[in-house]
């Protein structure tokens, strides 16, 4: 071997070793970095002419298992989207109290029933019938609050489905733009290390919103697709559009063409739904959440204002009424209209015919709603039917089971907390699983022992080649002198 080419494979050693170097430094420096895929370089003998002219690198090799990372970002949708779900009916509950919430319906249904036997047994009290009233209003009063919290959730969720597709619409761009900058620059033999682990980072964002899968290509881009078969990317990134509605109320719906879908091209992906086959992850959450979840807690709220409405509109609970009339509380001043339920829970509202501050008597409550004269102050009949409306178990709403008045209250506070358990349950579950893919995914990720024991290794390379080059330069010197 001459002299110039054991320089020549000794040079080409210090830039194999600092490079080398340089890499397991960054490996150590991103050991903690969310989507850093660890990486190595890839070697080979340099021959020219049959006879070794040193080392030369091949590729820098990033480390990512596929298969694993496709069921984390599965478990990330599965994930965001029941962390939404729990965390609203959560807020839900809270807000309209459990069953042993004194703030709730069920505690104030049982203090309006207190009420109506405090009157009973002294009906000559104008005390007493005004805590009637007073009880009676705190209900209807619950029951609007509970109706606009509802909505409220309702449009709170609407406005995270816009924010998912403004969010979605974005990285899928991001992630278009990413292919074209790593196609451009594998072409040139430039290492494109760090925009793979830019453009997983953003895919990961995506499997927030959607189940995604990655298809690879063998340029190294990628395209990008639903688990239900509904390509997000593929060259070019589609751009999806939904249009938030700044009020919701009860009755607005998606059926109804109240509330808005998700486009693409102005075209619905699906008019049942809504989303089509985007479902799943934070994006079919709120969907769920705005069109069925909340929506069935208003229809059972409605339900409960149409059982209570419709326990004293009947003549059995007052005989001074007839067919058409409005009992103790009404439908805004008119008759329950089992055909216009929606919303109910809403409008329900005290007859004024009983409040004095609306021109009404209190009178009628011991009396009757209709009484065409005063009857006597001290007959309890007319508090003690009020008080048998309410424990009687009816069926009045289509389609519903025989419950007490608390009795379908509690059903509806059960019902709630049941879900909200439920959801929680899940929760913990998809958590659990989403812990152990992580766990595994960081397995294979930057072991810091490993890498230490690179650099030593480096380190020896490096020494051995500078002490070639030492030997060589000493040698040119001699040879100088002679």
């Known amino acids: 071997m001459s002299i110039s080419s054991a320089l020549s494979n000794a040079m080409s050693g210090l830039t194999t070793t600092s490079r080398m170097a340089e890499i397991v430094s960054s490996n150590l420096s991103n050991a903690l970095t969310d989507g850093y895929g660890r990486r190595s370089l890839e070697l080979s003998a340099r021959q020219v002419g049959g006879l070794g002219a040193g080392v030369q ?181 589609l751009q999806f559009g939904f249009e938030p509605t700044p009020t919701i109320v009860a009755d607005m719906t998606l059926n109804s063409g109240a509330l808005a879908g998700i486009t693409l091209d102005g075209v619905p992906l699906d008019s049942a739904t809504g989303i089509g086959r985007l479902d799943g992850g934070s994006l079919g959450a709120s969907f769920a959440l705005r069109d069925q979840t909340l929506v069935d807690a208003q229809n059972a709220l409605d339900g409960i204002a149409a059982d209570l409405i419709a326990r004293f509109e009947d003549p059995t609970s007052d005989p001074t009424l007839g067919p058409g009339d409005v009992g103790l509380l009404t439908d805004e001043g008119g008759p329950l209209d089992f055909a216009d339920i929606d919303g109910l829970a809403g409008r329900i509202d005290v007859n004024p015919v009983i409040d004095p501050a609306h021109g009404g008597m209190l009178s009628l409550v011991r009396d009757g709603l209709n009484a065409a004269t005063p009857g006597p102050v001290g007959s309890a009949s007319q508090l003690d039917r009020w008080v048998d409306a309410l424990s009687v178990a009816r069926a009045d709403v289509p389609g519903s089971n025989l419950r007490s008045a608390a009795g379908r209250v509690a059903d509806f506070t059960s019902q709630i907390g049941l879900t909200r358990l439920n959801a929680e349950e899940d929760l913990s579950f998809t958590s659990a699983r989403w812990d152990t893919l992580r766990e595994a995914e960081l397995t294979n990720g930057v072991d810091t022992d490993q890498e230490l024991q690179t650099l030593m290794r480096v380190e020896q390379a490096y020494a051995a080649n500078a002490k070639v080059i030492q030997t060589v330069d000493f040698m040119m010197q001699r040879l100088m002198e002679i």
């Open 57 to 237: 690198i091949d590729a820098v090799t990033r480390f990512v298992d596929a298969g694993l990372l496709a069921d984390r970002r599965l478990a990330d949708a599965a994930l965001a989207g029941q962390d939404r779900s729990a965390r609203m009916l959560v807020r839900l509950e809270q807000a309209l109290g459990g069953p042993d919430d004194a703030a709730g319906l069920g505690a104030k249904l049982a203090r309006f029933e207190q009420a109506l036997i405090g009157a009973s047994s002294d009906p000559a009290s104008e005390t007493r019938l005004n805590e009637v009233l007073s009880r009676l209003t705190d209900i209807t009063t619950t029951l609007q609050g509970n109706t606009k919290t509802i909505q409220s959730l309702r449009q709170e969720a609407d406005a995270r489905i816009a924010g998912d597709v403004e969010a979605l619409n974005a990285a899928l761009l991001q992630v278009e733009a990413m292919n074209a900058d790593i196609l451009r620059l594998r072409s040139t033999g430039n290492d494109v290390s760090t925009l793979l682990d830019s453009r997983q980072q953003v895919v990961d964002k995506i499997a927030d919103i959607v189940p995604v899968r990655e298809m690879s290509r063998d340029n190294g881009t990628i395209g990008l697709m639903t688990t239900t078969g509904t390509t997000l990317l593929d060259g070019r990134a």
